[in-house]
């Protein structure tokens, strides 16, 4: 069965700081691997995926990842924090084809200190 | 376009009530998902169609939930005799049978 883990459930930054939030995942086959953003009262949106191709992947409102098939590891980043993205964020698993439901971490709370 | 709409966007029941929750995929998507967001338990895998397949009922945490999926399009989970437990946000998700899924804005269920 595939997990997912995020480390630090809740994480501080300053504007303007560089945004780091940690995404392993525990599987026998690469998976796809995705980040969601939640905004209070609100679904999830997709900010970035990898399927296959370029291990590092960009994405909306400038946030990257990058996949290492080494580490097992997928972990989200921003060069520039900015208040407005202050949310909680999901790294999610699915895969292999055939499995494309979601196994998704606990979730980290981004908060910008202004 | 229009993405994945859901119904109604707030729910309050009493214990023991049957309730009904809508999801609208979007328009040509042929997988449909729904997930549940609780504190305890955090984004849970309830069910999953794709196209004219058997549904992948694993997720569903006991015979008290159900799900159908009409014409290929619109979804229905049905939850009934409801328990204080199932109180949460349910989540329905839509992808063109693609593993990238585009969520809807949830239905938050409070069960007194």
């Known amino acids: 069965a595939q997990s997912v883990t995020q480390l630090g459930s809740h994480v501080s930054v300053s504007e303007g700081a560089l945004v780091l939030l940690r995404c392993n995942y525990s599987?026998?086959?690469?998976?796809?691997l995705f980040w969601y953003v939640q905004y209070p009262n609100q679904g999830l949106q997709l900010l970035l995926k990898?399927?296959?191709?370029?291990?590092l992947v960009k994405g909306i409102n400038g946030f990257e990842a990058e996949f290492k098939k080494s580490e097992t590891s997928f972990h989200l980043t921003k060069p520039s924090a900015h208040m407005s993205d202050a949310a909680e964020y999901f790294c999610?698993?699915?895969?292999?084809?055939?499995?494309?439901?979601?196994?998704f971490g606990t979730g980290t709370r981004l908060t910008i200190i202004p | 376009g229009a993405g994945v709409s859901q119904s109604p966007s707030n729910k309050v029941t009493e214990k023991g009530k049957d309730v009904e929750l809508r999801c609208d995929p979007i328009?040509?998507?042929?997988?449909l998902y729904w997930y549940r967001q609780s504190l305890g338990q955090g984004l849970e895998f309830l069910i999953y169609?794709?196209?004219?397949?058997?549904?992948?009922k694993s997720g569903l945490p006991s015979d008290r939930f159900s799900a159908e999926r009409t014409g290929g399009s619109v979804s229905t989970l049905t939850i009934q005799r409801t328990q204080q437990e199932d109180s949460a946000v349910y989540l329905c998700?839509?992808?063109?049978?693609?593993?990238?899924?585009?969520f809807g804005p949830g239905t938050r269920l409070l069960v007194l």
């Open positions: 998700a839509s992808s063109r049978g693609s593993p990238t899924q585009y």
């Open positions: 599987s026998s086959v690469p998976p796809y």
């Open positions: 990898y399927t296959t191709g370029a291990t």
């Open positions: 999610a698993a699915a895969g292999p084809v055939g499995n494309e439901k979601l196994t």
């Open positions: 328009s040509g998507h042929t997988a």
């Open positions: 169609f794709q196209g004219n397949s058997a549904p992948d």
